[in-house]
């Protein structure tokens, strides 16, 4: 029934999203600049805003919008099949100095978070509990032949050239089977270098951040005495004296509880004391297929760990393209991915398969979708989509059916 209840939703959601629409468009900073009195726009009570000269902001300075909102339901976790809507909000602010290099700027926003939702633990939203926040400051440019980025919200994996070209509704599929990639660093230097000829190498190493230390204060433990008891009685010796009688016979003994303290630990980059991520990758890339490997160690989340990625796409002169990934660790465990993209109708298909995490047996750790994209204009695009994963701890596997709408301005 619950499924049902989902199919019903879907036309109901795309009936009333399709009329929306949206236009991208590329607004700079120097689109506001006031040149002359005569272009001042008048507030309310008739004062002119305050002039501003032509070289007041970078003419580079550039801002870009971005929106999904996230309609459907997940017939188990947390909503137990509820349909739910959800949204998040994206602000990139970018600007050059040299015409070269760069400086970006991220502010998202929005509700969908995985924690209160079944459907937000399956898609790629940002959740900031309905405020803004400030996700990362980087700054790229040139160097000897080199691309460097550096920065807050940097990964290590920022400037990898990749393979694959899948188009992934889900965020388990958006891996492409090699989530290890990039680590847990969450601030990080990057560089690659472009060889020309299709090879590519890029690396980095990053800090895992503000991550919790804890401090715990030993617990201890005292018997409770007859003295203790007389002592917290008042104008009631009978009442008392039962009272010494029952400690005296059980023996009652309190527990302190342990005191917790946590605190920030330094960010860490280079030291054997610092929890840090270090990446390689090696790519090329020719006019039809794509091939990319990557090495991480990562010690970053506090869980030292070492992983081989492959990753693999084929490009041919056709409506489609065929993507995987493989990925192992030093534990023996491994995960992999396929997944086909293709051209339908005003739209794209896509239809993948995912292990759901690294494991020695792959048994019930699968999972599936499909999902159809279009765009409705320039600035907006509608994506129903539906997954089923595999549930070894239930009795049945997950089946979800989701609805985006994507505007970008």
Do not use: W
Not at 218 to 224: F, G, H, L, M, Y
Not at 262 to 290: F, H, I, K, M, R
Not at 363 to 370: I, P, R
Request: net charge negative.
């Amino acid at each position: 029934m619950k499924l049902f209840k989902s199919l019903l939703v879907a036309p109901a959601t795309l009936g009333l999203l399709a009329p929306l629409s949206a236009t991208a468009n590329e607004i700079t900073i120097s689109d506001f600049n006031i040149n002359s009195p005569q272009d001042q726009l008048l507030i309310s009570g008739g004062e002119g805003l305050v002039e501003t000269s032509a070289d007041s902001f970078s003419s580079t300075t550039s801002a870009s919008f971005g929106s999904t909102f996230y309609v459907g339901s997940v017939d188990a976790g947390v909503n137990d099949g509820a349909t739910t809507f959800s949204y998040d909000f994206a602000l990139d602010l970018n600007t050059s100095f040299t015409g070269e290099d760069s400086l970006d700027v991220a502010i998202i926003g929005g509700n969908a978070m995985g924690a209160l939702s079944a459907v937000d633990a399956y898609m790629d939203g940002d959740g900031t509990g309905d405020v803004l926040t400030l996700d990362g400051v980087a700054y790229t440019f040139p160097l000897g032949g080199f691309t460097v980025t550096a920065g807050d919200g940097v990964g290590v994996d920022d400037l990898n050239t990749g393979a694959c070209a899948y188009s992934a509704f889900t965020d388990l599929l958006g891996d492409c089977g090699t989530s290890a990639i990039g680590g847990q660093a969450d601030s990080a230097v990057a560089m690659s270098y472009d060889f020309g000829n299709g090879f590519t190498i890029a690396g980095g190493i990053g800090g895992g951040g503000q991550t919790a230390a804890t401090t715990t204060q030993t617990a201890t433990t005292s018997k409770i005495t007859a003295a203790m008891i007389i002592a917290t009685v008042k104008d009631g010796a009978a009442g008392a004296g039962a009272l010494v009688e029952v400690a005296e016979n059980t023996g009652i003994t309190p527990t302190i509880a342990a005191d917790t303290v946590t605190a920030a630990a330094p960010l860490g980059l280079v030291s054997d004391q610092d929890a840090s991520t270090l990446g390689l990758e090696v790519a090329y890339t020719a006019d039809s297929y794509g091939l990319a490997f990557a090495y991480t160690d990562d010690d970053a989340g506090g869980i030292e760990g070492t992983y081989y990625s492959f990753q693999a796409a084929f490009t041919p002169d056709a409506p489609y393209s065929i993507s995987a990934g493989m990925e192992f660790d030093d534990a023996d465990a491994s995960s992999y991915f396929v997944g086909v993209t293709s051209e339908v109708g005003a739209g794209s298909l896509s239809v993948g398969m995912s292990t759901q995490s690294r494991a020695a047996d792959h048994a019930d750790n699968l999972q599936y979708e499909v999902a159809y994209s279009y765009d409705v204009n320039d600035g907006m695009t509608i994506t129903p989509g539906a997954f089923i994963s595999e549930n070894a701890g239930a009795t049945e596997d997950e089946f979800g059916f989701v609805v985006t709408t994507s505007f970008s301005f």
